[in-house]
């Protein structure tokens, strides 16, 4: 499986966030049912310029349905593991999501350590 790459090559991450209102980074995988789960950690990171307005959310979708979506993450929260079954499940879609009220807080959203499970 290939991640979207930000920072060194022996920690991939899936990242989105930075300033603004809105953002999202999408990623879709053919997993062909072969895979029972899907794990990893949901982290804040920097540069964090934060307040309560900045929020993002983890959000797995398995054939066009919702199979998890994270607690709402803010500049101070703490890393989230998840483990999400994906049994039987053809494609596969990660998203970060990232939404703010204020233009002047900020800040990163990343996956990291994922894997698929047989």
Avoid at 39 to 46: A, P, R
């Amino acid at each position: 499986m290939e991640w979207l790459v930000v920072g060194t090559a022996h920690d991939p991450l899936m990242t989105t966030g930075g300033q603004g209102f809105e953002g999202f980074a999408l990623r879709d995988y053919n997993v062909d049912g072969q895979f029972s789960s899907v794990n990893g950690t949901l982290f804040v990171g920097g540069p964090i310029i934060g307040g309560p307005t900045a929020i993002g959310n983890l959000v797995i979708w398995g054939d066009g349905r919702q199979l998890y979506r994270s607690p709402d993450m803010t500049f101070d929260s703490e890393p989230i593991e998840f483990d999400v079954d994906i049994s039987g499940v053809t494609a596969l879609r990660i998203i970060l999501e990232y939404r703010n009220q204020s233009n002047s807080q900020f800040f990163r959203l990343g996956i990291t350590g994922t894997q698929l499970v047989r």
